[in-house]
């Protein structure tokens, strides 16, 4: 790694239609060590994170809650730079989609298209998925958003494109020359499949709307969100502002390093971004790494799933190192990995509570003890043990390994490492016997004595130095118990064995961890009931999971009013045929995420249908298995395939999971339900 440069690292912006949670709060807290340790090691670090704030979601829940969008954004936004400040991040700035100068510099970056001949005018009519922002080609009206399975919208507009077509080729060669440049590999390829199968023109302006960027020049249009939202980065450090000044922190800091993305917006960053950037002749950032999700009681974090938990739980009780620790520890970066509470107490109370607080407290109450609080002299001569020397070549070899892993984005495994150091450290004191040495008369027992506890100091210290961007307010206390000053100053490059100034006076001493007790736990899941249930619940509904209309979410309202009393009668009911099926095949619907297609054994025919419920259901487990078919509905096509029907399903949450009706009890196939 380079010294003495910069290093600019992005989160992405979060949209402003949630309450902050856990998986906001992960790759923030991701950044943020990264950008710590970047300082640390001598890096003008700029690190930027924001909200996302425009867009038919937002207007739409503003206006339905009676509240301009502006005030609307502004107390969202307001929560989460809040929460980001209760746990410490060390961003340096925070960007507003609606922030003038972000309005500005986006513009600037639409003229530059438009200059280049990227955009063109052109006209669209058909359906669209308000949820996914997302044009759906060759479909019918209410068909549903391949995407999401809610139902589309018919829309005619007259739009602004931008040729992304023209792209395609200059992607893959760079994705080819730059290795690197997405990350991890099954990401890369994930994206490198997705540009070869062909990439058509993207419509890059809305006029249903009006809460959003004003096209330039033509003002009826807003900009596409994304191509709002993507800009963040550059118009966030300058770019297109008036001042030279700050167009000089643009010319300094772009491209950017490093964009951290969760893996479900790897499209946009991978493929649309760098079209844009080199439409608009403008340098790409150097990486894009996609991690994984965090789960919780096994399914994505996410407020329309209704199982979020918010970092504030976990940080009122445990602190906020506990929180970091946990997550980069226990979660393999790049992987979905689970959170749960009682993970995070066995996490904290193992490796800070006993591991490190352990080895701080007694070594540094030792050497109060015997040395007054002076760190001891080591004695290279005659008191001297083989096991001394271990302990300083792990901790050289740590400080080597920890740097290649966390440099490396393999965070777990730079932790683990730190760690091993911590347990040779307590084994060592464990074996070596500080305290029975101390009961000893003679010279060459208080050098003994000296050495050990010299040694583990040391030791203490190197950890306390390469943990400091994972715990960086424990990490504060121990330094200075060691009698260290301001360790985020302190130069990780020169960390070397041997630096503890010898006869140093420590700091007071305290606990750094206190263990934390089964009440801890209770108390999370309690006020985590408190806060779910003083905020709106998130709905659930039955709907349909094929070719039929599922729940409607938020952010979708009811297309048609119902009849008067919203009542039908019963033989409104009996029209409808519902059977009981078995899935005899299920298979992805090729360029469709969420698609799988079934063969469905009615009794009576097997029947081809295609659901939207790729996301929740693995196909191969779908076999065998019965579900309840609506059986007398008009076929349709869903990505040239014909639907004979559609299976039913609970759609949970306003991203409206589907959760595949059944029976407790065995029921033949082709039974019909009354
Ligand atoms: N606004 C867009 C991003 C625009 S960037 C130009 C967006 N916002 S989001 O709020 O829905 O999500 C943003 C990010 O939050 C995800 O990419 C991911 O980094 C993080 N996460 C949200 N839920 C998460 C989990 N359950 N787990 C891990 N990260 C998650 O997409």
Redesign the pocket.
Known sequence: MDKGQKFYIT?????VN?RP????A??TLVCDAVARRRRMLGYDTFFLTGT?EHGVHVERSATASGTPPQKWVDQVSAEFRALFDKMGISYNDFIRTSDARHKRGAQELWRRLQEKGFIYKGTYTGQYCVFDELYVDAAGPGAPCPECGRPTETVSEENYYFKLSAFADKLLTHFQEHPDFIRPETRRNEVIAFVKSGLRDLSISRSTFKWGVPVPGDPKHVMYV?LD??S??ITAIGFGAEDQDTQARYQRYWPADVH???K??IR??CVYWPAFLMAAELPLPKNIIA?????FEES???KSRGNIVRADTVIDVLGNDALRYFLLREIVFGQDGSFSFDALVQRYNSDLANDLGNLASRTLTMIQRYFGGAVPYPSPLVAHAAADDAIREQAEATVADFARLFDDYQFSRALETAWSLVGAVNKYLVEQEPWVVAEKEGEENKARLATILYTAAEALRVVTALAHPVLPESTVKIWSQLGLREISKFNLTDLKWGQLPLGGKLGKIEAVFPRADKTAIERMQQMEQERTSSSAAPQSSTSTAGSAAPAQSAATPAPTAPASDGKITIDDFMKVELRVGQVKFAEKVKGADRLLRLEVDIGTEVRQVVAGIALAYEPEKLVGRKVVLVANLQPRKLRGLESNGMIVAASVGDEGKPVLAGFLEDVPVGAKLK
Do not use: C, Q, R, V
């Not at 989160?11 to 949209?15: G, S």
């Not at 949670?21 to 906001?24: P, R």
């Not at 991690?291 to 789960?295: A, D």
């Open positions: 989160t992405p912006i979060y949209y949630a949670h856990l998986g906001h992960y790759t996302d994304w939202a993507l963040n980065y951290m993305i969760g479900e917006i946009f960053h991690h994984g999700w965090l789960l994505k974090m996410s």
